[in-house]
C-alpha cells in the first residue's frame, strides 16, 4: 500500500525551530521527488521545498537560509527543518511524492 505519511508538527514560539518529518513507502520513495506545501488557514496551498530523488533541493523564496529540506533513503524518509521561525509559517504542512500522493498533513503553529 503506497502511503506517505507526515509528522514533527506542534506549537513553537516566534524565532524556534521544528523539524517535520515524511515517510513514505518504500515502493515510492526512492526514485520520486518529494515537495513540501503548507496552507495557511483560508488561504492557497503554497509551495515551499523540493528534493530531487539525487538530492537537488529547491526553496521558495519565504523558505530560504530558515528551511532545509533534506532525505534519508536508509529511512525512506524526507525532512524539513525550520528554523527562526515566524508567526506567518503558521499552516497545515503536507508532503507530496512524485506530484501525486499526499500526506495527511501535520499542523505547525508558531505563537507566543
Known amino acids: 500500500q503506497v502511503q506517505v505519511t507526515e509528522s514533527g508538527g506542534g506549537l513553537v514560539q516566534p524565532g524556534g525551530s521544528l523539524r517535520l518529518s515524511c515517510e513514505a513507502s518504500?515502493?515510492?520513495?526512492?526514485?520520486?521527488?518529494f515537495d513540501w506545501y503548507r496552507q495557511a488557514p483560508g488561504q492557497e496551498l503554497e509551495w515551499v521545498a523540493g528534493?530531487?530523488?539525487?538530492?537537488?533541493?529547491r526553496y521558495a523564496d519565504s523558505a530560504k537560509g530558515r528551511f532545509t529540506i533534506s532525505r534519508d533513503n536508509t529511512k525512506n524518509t524526507v525532512y524539513l527543518q525550520m528554523n527562526s521561525l515566524r508567526p506567518e509559517d503558521t499552516a497545515v504542512y503536507y508532503c507530496?511524492?512524485?506530484?501525486?500522493?499526499w500526506g495527511q498533513g501535520t499542523q505547525v503553529t508558531v505563537s507566543s
Open positions: 518504500q515502493t515510492i520513495y526512492r526514485d520520486n521527488i
Open positions: 528534493i530531487t530523488a539525487g538530492g537537488t533541493s
Open positions: 507530496n511524492c512524485a506530484m501525486k500522493f
